[in-house]
């Protein structure tokens, strides 16, 4: 297998930035007489993508009814009905809007019981073996490099598993669930191995917050203190960055 760097896109905004990842997977579902399996990814940096899949259903009838998805991550330890698990994220900015069916939508469960949790994350690695293995995984990057919920020091043969939150990912979502005591201390995440085995990614990553941890992911050598990092060794990956994201960025 010939492995190129990831390749490097360079919008002016994040609307532009969304509007081509939405073009990319449009083309995608309309192109293909197969089911298209697709990875998704929660957080604030996929919305605007999200929000071009409705429009594009709505309004020039793109239909969904032959995708599959996979989600990267969950909450552990919360049902899927409550109102901060990444369940209710993907149904209230993307399911619910379009006409994917619902059987055809993966999510890690995150109220197993710890005695089923390994025989679940097998599973959801089986799940996503038995469809041929995802065409398109969308991710963004934590502020610490994770993808999907890989903290820093994940290595990178993983796949689907329980991780602990780190102490900057916990502090980042402790607003939303109204204090660090509230957060839940674990999640399930797809892991690096079954990341990388994905057939193409697309990073999404805006804002200047975005910018040194761009920078390292791009420029470094692969370490398990960046896990953005192991995207250098699969072969077709592409960053989608505005242009405070991609400061400093050498194109
Ligand atoms: P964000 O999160 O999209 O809210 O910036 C990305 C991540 O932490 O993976």
Redesign the pocket.
Known sequence: MTIKPPATRLFSTAQEASVAVATEIANLIKSSSEPVVLGL??????LKLYAELIRLHRVEGLSFKNVITFNLDEYLGIPPQHPLSYWTFMHQHLFDHIDVPASQIHIPNGSLAESDQEQGCAAFEDAITEVGGIDLQV?????NG????NEPGSPPDTRTRVIELSES?AQ?AASDFGGMENVPKQAITMGVATILDAKSIAM????E??TAIIRRALNESITAEVPATYLQQHDDTTYYLDEAAATGVPF
């Open positions: 990814a929660t957080g604030g940096t996929p991710l963004g990057i934590g502020l994770h993808i999907g919920f990912t980042r999404l990553a805006f804002g917050s975005k």
